[in-house]
């Protein structure tokens, strides 16, 4: 039996171009609700160009990024600066007669103030950088009102309200413990900063055991946590307690380990001699920095950064805080500024963490290109630990949490033993 | 001013070491013997020894009291950790203590006379001169006696192989 011919079918006809929809008014008072933003980056991802408010944003991007450079340039670097303020204060003191070590006592203080600052401010920008990226990565806007740019302020206003915040302490807390706890996380990690070389010639500390002086420091900050999970007299942060001193102490070692092979090549525990090894260019376009190393190199600074991630109790390490499980672990308990001094150490250590990569691996403020170093060289520090900063938030919103045990076999499995054979290959490297 | 430091961090030392003995608690034992190690390092650090500071910090405080606070943590509720401060063993303990006291006495009149270099040269790089040159074979056979020690601890503390059920719970 035959089939009946069917008739030839149309072609299926192509889906109308994508109109981009029209503005949404409020019926009421007319303001507008939505301007374009239905259709966002999963619908236009084939041609994200296509959208003008894209192109606005990105030349707005590359304006800002310019002026930024621009006036980096105009201010030049940092320490001539520092050097003029240093003569200027010893000159006033000196004409009212004060003996030296009073000039000294001030010049000090003030390098402490810069580095708290950089310690409390940094923050500020972090967590509504961090919000903001979360949200783009989840397709979201994030926080657009408060400030009204982009809702940049909303991280100020996020602080006065945990100001604001009553404290409350259980009544079945160890007090004093309890008390205590914020502040061993937070002090060791603005004691941490000293020695970081901003730039050229620019540190608090410019300390000889630097590099080791700042993992020692940043190694008590487990101690409070501890502090915070025990004396919250609650099972969910003792848990989270005890989970965060297995981990920090577990990744303390490959993190350590894996930037023996920078000390190596540089020879030198001292961060600015770290910075001064990695000066020059191979053929004069590459940077001698030290994660271009062929292998030594490139393993080292992933164990770093890897390991620097688990430090930082963040996602996918975040075991010791496990919201879902947990509760909030260690500082489940604390509310108001107790709980943003937790959160202050945090970003503090992710910062660090980002510039020791910065000074470790991607050679300090030096330029990428002998061209740009007209740019100076705290800029170029800046940026990269921004960079690095930037992973860190990316790693946060794209990776799922590991689970306890393989996290800790991940650790002394494969990390250890990697950053182990990596310093073989560096004196391997060396002797050769 | 070094000097002020020096004594300051001596009398932490000295204060946050009788708070371990003293403290009812066995956790603030513990978190006063971390203030402690922390305060020893201090004193290195005034009498310039930089990098005896920095390795103190990192493996006594960062490490074996974070240990021992993990120790204390795992070994029981709150209300357990209360402890008699004093038992049948105190005469024999202060007779050691009174021993060890006059061996430390004639250590230290030994080398009375020698002050300590103030805000000297910074010491890392005579110290791995001397541990990786002169001394290079000390260093080694006690790496090679810790390296044992570490391989025997493993040993003994391994369980016996555990029943299915239990093989793969995990406490933390």
């Given at each position: 039996m035959s089939q009946p011919e069917a008739a030839p079918k149309p072609a299926p006809a192509k889906p109308a171009p994508a109109k981009y929809p029209d503005p949404v008014y409020n019926t009421q008072n007319g303001r507008l609700l939505m301007r374009d933003t239905r259709y966002w980056p999963t619908d236009l991802w084939k041609n994200p160009w296509a959208l003008p408010s894209y192109r606005k944003a990105a030349v707005l991007l590359a304006a800002l990024l310019l002026g930024a450079a621009a006036i980096a340039t105009g201010v030049g670097e940092l320490s001539r600066w520092g050097d003029l303020l240093k003569q200027t204060l010893d000159g006033f003191l000196d004409g009212k007669g004060f003996p030296t070590l009073v000039g000294a006592g001030v010049?000090?203080?003030?390098?402490?103030?810069?580095?708290?600052?950089?310690?409390?401010?940094?923050?500020?920008?972090?967590?509504?950088?961090?919000?903001?990226?979360?949200?783009?990565?989840?397709?979201?806007?994030?926080?657009?009102?408060?400030?009204?740019?982009?809702?940049?302020?909303?991280?100020?206003a996020d602080g006065i309200k945990l100001l604001l915040k009553e404290d409350v302490t259980p009544t079945v807390a160890d007090r004093w413990v309890h008390r205590l706890a914020p502040v061993v996380v937070t002090a060791p990690a603005i004691l941490a900063f000293a020695p970081v070389t901003f730039g050229q010639d620019l540190s608090a500390a410019d300390i000889d055991v630097g590099a080791l002086y700042i993992f020692a420091v940043a190694g008590i900050s487990v101690i409070g946590i501890v502090m915070a999970g025990w004396a919250s007299g609650n099972k969910y942060s003792l848990l989270g307690g005890l989970r965060s001193a297995a981990q920090l102490v577990s990744y303390e070692l490959p993190r350590s380990f894996s930037i023996v092979p920078v000390l190596m090549f540089a020879g030198s525990l001292n961060l600015t001699r770290i910075v001064q090894a990695q000066a020059g260019y191979w053929g004069g376009i590459v940077p001698r920095w030290f994660i271009f190393y062929p292998v030594v190199g490139q393993l080292a600074f992933t164990i770093f950064l890897i390991a620097s991630v688990a430090e930082t109790n963040r996602i996918p390490f975040d075991i010791p805080e496990a919201e879902s499980e947990l509760v909030g672990g260690f500082h489940t308990e604390y509310s108001g500024m107790k709980f943003s001094l937790f959160f202050l150490a945090e970003y503090a250590y992710v910062l660090l963490a980002s510039f020791l990569a910065a000074t470790f691996f991607l050679g300090g403020g030096a330029p990428p290109l002998p061209v740009l170093g007209f740019i100076p060289?705290?800029?170029?520090?800046?940026?990269?630990?921004?960079?690095?900063?930037?992973?860190?938030?990316?790693?946060?919103?794209?990776?799922?949490?590991?689970?306890?045990?393989?996290?800790?076999?991940?650790?002394?499995?494969?990390?250890?033993?990697?950053?182990?054979?990596?310093?073989?290959?560096?004196?391997?490297?060396?002797?050769? | 001013m070094a000097e002020l430091a020096f004594y300051c961090l001596a009398a932490v030392t000295l204060l946050s070491a009788l708070g371990v003995v003293l403290f009812r608690n066995a956790l603030h034992s513990a978190l006063s013997l971390g203030l402690c190690l922390a305060g020893v390092a201090g004193v290195f650090a005034s009498l310039s020894a930089d990098f005896l500071f920095a390795s103190q910090i990192l493996i006594y405080v960062g490490g074996v009291a974070v240990l021992i606070l993990f120790v204390v943590l795992l070994s029981g509720r709150a209300s357990e950790l209360r402890m008699r401060q004093v038992n049948g063993q105190w005469l024999a303990a202060l007779l050691v203590c009174a021993v060890l006291l006059q061996g430390m006495l004639r250590t230290i009149a030994a080398y009375r006379d020698?002050?300590?270099?103030?805000?000297?040269?910074?010491?890392?790089?005579?110290?791995?001169?001397?541990?990786?040159g002169d001394q290079a074979l000390p260093f080694e056979l006690i790496s090679l006696i810790l390296l044992a020690a570490l391989a025997g601890a493993v040993i003994f503390s391994k369980p016996d192989p555990a029943p299915e059920e239990t093989k793969h719970g995990c406490l933390l």
């Amino acid at each position: 039996m035959s089939q009946p011919e069917a008739a030839p079918k149309p072609a299926p006809a192509k889906p109308a171009p994508a109109k981009y929809p029209d503005p949404v008014y409020n019926t009421q008072n007319g303001r507008l609700l939505m301007r374009d933003t239905r259709y966002w980056p999963t619908d236009l991802w084939k041609n994200p160009w296509a959208l003008p408010s894209y192109r606005k944003a990105a030349v707005l991007l590359a304006a800002l990024l310019l002026g930024a450079a621009a006036i980096a340039t105009g201010v030049g670097e940092l320490s001539r600066w520092g050097d003029l303020l240093k003569q200027t204060l010893d000159g006033f003191l000196d004409g009212k007669g004060f003996p030296t070590l009073v000039g000294a006592g001030v010049w000090t203080l003030i390098k402490v103030l810069i580095v708290l600052h950089i310690v409390i401010i940094s923050p500020i920008f972090l967590v509504w950088w961090e919000r903001k990226i979360s949200a783009h990565i989840q397709t979201r806007l994030g926080p657009m009102n408060v400030g009204g740019w982009h809702g940049w302020a909303q991280t100020i206003a996020d602080g006065i309200k945990l100001l604001l915040k009553e404290d409350v302490t259980p009544t079945v807390a160890d007090r004093w413990v309890h008390r205590l706890a914020p502040v061993v996380v937070t002090a060791p990690a603005i004691l941490a900063f000293a020695p970081v070389t901003f730039g050229q010639d620019l540190s608090a500390a410019d300390i000889d055991v630097g590099a080791l002086y700042i993992f020692a420091v940043a190694g008590i900050s487990v101690i409070g946590i501890v502090m915070a999970g025990w004396a919250s007299g609650n099972k969910y942060s003792l848990l989270g307690g005890l989970r965060s001193a297995a981990q920090l102490v577990s990744y303390e070692l490959p993190r350590s380990f894996s930037i023996v092979p920078v000390l190596m090549f540089a020879g030198s525990l001292n961060l600015t001699r770290i910075v001064q090894a990695q000066a020059g260019y191979w053929g004069g376009i590459v940077p001698r920095w030290f994660i271009f190393y062929p292998v030594v190199g490139q393993l080292a600074f992933t164990i770093f950064l890897i390991a620097s991630v688990a430090e930082t109790n963040r996602i996918p390490f975040d075991i010791p805080e496990a919201e879902s499980e947990l509760v909030g672990g260690f500082h489940t308990e604390y509310s108001g500024m107790k709980f943003s001094l937790f959160f202050l150490a945090e970003y503090a250590y992710v910062l660090l963490a980002s510039f020791l990569a910065a000074t470790f691996f991607l050679g300090g403020g030096a330029p990428p290109l002998p061209v740009l170093g007209f740019i100076p060289s705290w800029a170029w520090f800046l940026t990269k630990a921004l960079a690095v900063v930037f992973c860190f938030l990316w790693f946060r919103w794209t990776f799922p949490r590991f689970r306890v045990d393989r996290l800790m076999d991940f650790n002394w499995k494969f990390l250890l033993p990697w950053s182990f054979a990596n310093i073989a290959f560096a004196g391997l490297y060396l002797l050769w | 001013m070094a000097e002020l430091a020096f004594y300051c961090l001596a009398a932490v030392t000295l204060l946050s070491a009788l708070g371990v003995v003293l403290f009812r608690n066995a956790l603030h034992s513990a978190l006063s013997l971390g203030l402690c190690l922390a305060g020893v390092a201090g004193v290195f650090a005034s009498l310039s020894a930089d990098f005896l500071f920095a390795s103190q910090i990192l493996i006594y405080v960062g490490g074996v009291a974070v240990l021992i606070l993990f120790v204390v943590l795992l070994s029981g509720r709150a209300s357990e950790l209360r402890m008699r401060q004093v038992n049948g063993q105190w005469l024999a303990a202060l007779l050691v203590c009174a021993v060890l006291l006059q061996g430390m006495l004639r250590t230290i009149a030994a080398y009375r006379d020698v002050v300590a270099g103030q805000g000297g040269a910074p010491t890392t790089q005579n110290l791995a001169r001397l541990l990786l040159g002169d001394q290079a074979l000390p260093f080694e056979l006690i790496s090679l006696i810790l390296l044992a020690a570490l391989a025997g601890a493993v040993i003994f503390s391994k369980p016996d192989p555990a029943p299915e059920e239990t093989k793969h719970g995990c406490l933390l």
